[in-house]
């Protein structure tokens, strides 16, 4: 059985861990080509997806669709729910279910948490790998080797002071599947920077929650984020990057605007000349 995965949104917090347990269960992983998403981006039914990186996450499903038995898709906010923010957006509450619902004919999209401290993830593993190995001894021995892994990838420690010579350090924040180093980069320039990726989604979430306890957690993530690098002295000025195209986007502007207490620049990935 050929298990798909979508790459494009928080692979780095979940990949490597279900990547290892499907490979274990004598499942096979397999990825999207590029050339492949190149040619789904056309397909009309992504005029429905809101947001670049969603659209590209929905291309690389259409991509999978003729090669792969199941799709695995991430659940940004498992068990979360909310009127205001990304909870108004599908794609960004329930991913795996929008995908399935927008792209009809796909393979069956398969959610698992983004995150590896969601609370009840070895039962979701065991049940998961069981309904597609129909062999609980293969189950049980896969989680048994992969358990220690299930957890949060620890993040080193941002540098958070340079000399003065190198000008005062820039913070970055952003939806997390916008932001990596090289998109940073792009946007920053030639500064030193502490971006939220860098950062503890846990802690930024909770300071996030404090500001507004009625948004989802990825929200709160960047609204916290803000919050944190704004009371850092050594942070000279906050950076937002932002998907113009996406209305989640444009409204957690709005709202960094107001919990940022640092001058504010925001830098839209249109005007950057690349994808996240």
């Known amino acids: 059985m050929r298990v798909g995965f979508i790459t494009q949104l928080l692979w780095s917090r979940y990949g490597e861990f279900w990547t290892k347990l499907v490979s274990g269960a004598g499942l096979e992983p397999i ?42 898709a991430p659940e940004l906010n498992p068990g979360e729910s ?73 993040l080193p420690d941002p540098k958070w002071r340079v000399r003065p010579s190198e000008g005062g350090t820039v913070g970055v924040v952003g939806q997390p599947w916008l932001l990596g180093d090289a998109l940073v980069r792009r946007a920053a320039g030639d500064v030193h920077t502490v971006s939220q990726h ?44 932002a998907d113009e195209t996406s209305g989640t986007d444009m409204w957690l502007v709005t709202q960094v605007e107001r919990a940022a207490h640092k001058p504010l620049s925001i830098v839209y990935i249109q005007r950057l000349g690349e994808s996240p």
């Open 82 to 154: 909310a009127t205001r923010g990304g909870g108004q957006d599908a794609f960004i509450a329930h991913f795996p279910e929008a995908l399935a619902t927008t792209l009809v004919g796909l393979p069956p999209v398969i959610g698992v948490p983004a995150s590896l401290s969601e609370p009840g993830l070895e039962g979701l593993v065991v049940s998961t790998l069981l309904n597609l190995t129909h062999d609980a001894g293969l189950v049980r021995r896969v989680w048994e080797r992969g358990r220690g892994a299930a957890k949060a990838p620890r």
């Open 31 to 72: 990825y999207a080509a590029d050339d492949a998403v190149r040619r789904a981006l056309n397909d009309p039914r992504l005029e429905r997806v809101p947001g670049t990186a969603f659209r590209l996450a929905a291309a690389q499903a259409l991509a999978l669709g003729a090669d792969a038995d199941v799709i695995f």
């Open 198 to 241: 860098q950062l503890d989604p846990a802690l930024l979430r909770e300071e996030g929650r404090r500001l507004d306890s009625r948004l989802v957690g990825t929200d709160t993530e960047v609204l916290g984020a803000a919050r944190f690098l704004g009371r850092k002295g050594n942070v000279e000025r906050l950076l937002m990057i």
